[in-house]
């Protein structure tokens, strides 16, 4: 979907990848680099759970870990992203 996300002033935060009616997933293919920074951003721009999915990361990967260490929830697997957005 990518929608623009803005700050109060009119500014632009980041853009969305994917928003429902109780979550923002933000996808990033490839590395994920700069995803912890990305989950951040969105979290001060709305009041909705804001997770990831990394499709191309294995949980144990640096990205992964340093975005799980600040509290996000991050998924490598469409089956846990998928049961993840089934139970909120």
Same mark, same amino acid.
């Given at each position: 979907?990518?929608?623009?996300?803005?700050?109060?002033?009119?500014?632009?935060?980041?853009?969305?990848?994917?928003?429902?009616?109780? +979550?923002? +997933?933000?996808?990033?293919?490839?590395?994920?680099?700069?995803?912890?920074?990305?989950? +951040?951003?969105?979290?001060?721009? $709305?009041?909705? +759970?804001?997770?990831?999915?990394?499709?191309?990361?294995?949980? $144990?990967?640096?990205?992964?870990?340093?975005?799980?260490?600040?509290?996000?929830?991050?998924?490598?697997?469409?089956?846990?992203?998928?049961?993840?957005?089934?139970?909120?």
């Amino acid at each position: 979907m990518n929608t623009d996300l803005y700050r109060p002033n009119g500014s632009k935060l980041t853009d969305i990848d994917i928003e429902l009616d109780t +979550i923002v +997933i933000q996808v990033k293919s490839g590395s994920g680099a700069k995803i912890t920074r990305q989950l +951040i951003n969105t979290s001060t721009g $709305t009041d909705k +759970i804001v997770i990831a999915y990394l499709p191309d990361r294995t949980p $144990t990967s640096h990205v992964v870990l340093g975005a799980l260490r600040e509290g996000y929830n991050v998924f490598t697997d469409l089956e846990s992203l998928l049961a993840f957005i089934g139970a909120h």
